[in-house]
């Protein structure tokens, strides 16, 4: 700003604009100069980057009455800087935004289980996709559609992110026991998967063998019927054979019967 005796010179820069009375009503000042004169008067500054705050560290209570420590931040941005300077005055935007984000983070932590939290921590331990959503997204999500609308609606500040960097027992008895209750879990989930496997190894096994007899009981049987069939083809053969042999014995019978017959008619 460049006070020229009456008169003001002032530069808005990137990621801020300038507030002022003009003609007696408060107005956004964009980038670029702009020069007062009285009665208009420039205000001040208002920064319109998104900002980053940092929650005070706190310990709050699930609804399982189990301590937690949670450390947090949150990004923003003044969106409607009048309605911001209107309503709380755009200095005091951290204390509000910290009041009312640490409230609502206690609120979903006292309604939270730690049975909740545990199941959101094995899901990002194990590195895959998983039906439903995590504590973390749970929280996130609630968070967003309380604190950011609020803001948003009532004060013109954007909520563009939560980001949880801490959240763990308090109680560091407390956090040992259930540290090894969770190797044990982990390793009986081991043995529980290697027995799994060895069944459906032992399953295909006896399934191979199924098919191993059931193909050698096919193929017993196909010999058995190709030997009964040739055993009758051979009867039948021996059969016409032996019908054949009598047919020409009796044909010969008669044939020499004839003869004699005839030989004896001419004597």
């Not at 005796?5 to 801020?16: A, P, S, T, Y």
Request: glycine fraction near 4%; include cysteine; proline fraction near 2%.
């Amino acid at each position: 700003m460049i006070q020229i005796g009456e008169w003001q010179l002032i530069r808005v820069d990137f990621g801020r604009v300038g507030v002022a009375t003009i003609a007696g009503e408060m107005r956004i000042l964009e980038q670029g100069l702009h020069l007062f004169e009285p009665p208009d008067v420039f205000l001040r500054f208002v920064n319109t980057r998104i900002q980053i705050l940092n929650l005070p560290t706190c310990v709050q209570e699930s609804s399982d009455y189990v301590p937690l420590l949670v450390k947090a931040n949150i990004s923003y941005h003044i969106m409607d800087p009048l309605m911001c300077i209107d309503k709380i005055q755009d200095q005091g935007a951290r204390k509000i935004i910290t009041e009312v984000s640490s409230a609502t983070i206690a609120a979903i932590i006292r309604s939270s289980t730690l049975g909740d939290m545990a199941m959101a921590s094995k899901k990002a331990v194990k590195g895959h996709e998983a039906e439903g959503t995590t504590f973390h997204e749970k929280m996130h999500a609630r968070f967003m559609s309380q604190v950011g609308e609020q803001l948003l609606h009532t004060m013109g500040i954007k909520v563009t992110n939560i980001n949880i960097e801490q959240l763990r027992i308090n109680d560091p008895r407390l956090a040992n026991q259930i540290s090894a209750q969770a190797v044990k879990i982990s390793e009986l989930e081991a043995q529980h998967k290697t027995l799994e496997k060895e069944g459906i190894v032992k399953r295909q096994k006896a399934e191979i063998q199924k098919d191993v007899s059931q193909l050698r009981a096919e193929g017993e049987y196909i010999v058995i019927a190709k030997n009964a069939e040739a055993s009758k083809l051979k009867a039948l053969a021996e059969a016409e054979a032996q019908a054949e042999a009598v047919k020409l014995q009796s044909d010969a019978e008669i044939a020499v019967f004839n003869k004699m017959s005839h030989a004896e008619a001419e004597h």
